[in-house]
């Protein structure tokens, strides 16, 4: 006689490296979203990135999307290590998240590579790592796949692989 689980024990394996086991198990940002501006982020990365270089990623992020006009469009928040995005308006948790993580994230990167997660609420992660430089491809990859969002400038231009 085979016996089902409980509906509660069953948890989706998370397909990637990602070590929060909380948002693996739970599925998604569980937290209030706190959203930040923006240009307030943009601000402030400006200046953390004088005194803490292996920020420069999360800033071309940031700064990436003031330019492209969808800083309307993603809601953002940070723990200084990461940059969390989603949609705006944020709804109430769990939400999915984009997560640009840099090298000095709780889960950083191999040295001279970004990384982005996407943590969805159905408990997958997704997790890929990429050089530095082609953090904005890789960003914008996410936001059209995971949000369908879509922005014509160069830089967002979704990478082929």
């Known amino acids: 006689m085979l016996i089902a689980p409980k ?29 930040r ?17 292996q920020l420069a990623p999360m800033l071309a992020v940031i700064e ?13 928040t940070t723990s200084l290590r990461d940059l969390v995005v989603t949609t705006s308006p944020a709804s109430a948790p769990p939400i999915d998240v984009i997560i640009v993580r840099s090298a000095i994230s709780m889960y950083p990167p191999a040295p001279g590579e970004v990384s982005i997660d996407h943590i969805a609420t159905s408990g997958l992660t997704e997790h890929i790592a990429r050089p530095v430089d082609e953090v904005l491809p890789l960003f914008w990859r996410f936001v059209l796949e995971k949000y369908g969002l879509r922005t014509d400038h160069p830089d967002a231009r979704p990478e082929s692989s």
Do not use: H
């Open 7 to 35: 509906a509660t024990e069953f948890r989706p394996k998370a397909s990637a490296p990602c070590n929060d086991a909380a948002m693996r198990l739970i599925g998604g940002w569980e937290r209030p979203f706190l959203r």
């Open 37 to 53: 501006p923006w240009a307030d982020l943009a601000t402030e990365y400006r200046e953390l990135v004088e005194q803490i270089p």
């Open 64 to 76: 990436s999307v003031i330019e492209n006009q969808m800083a309307d469009r993603l809601a953002a």
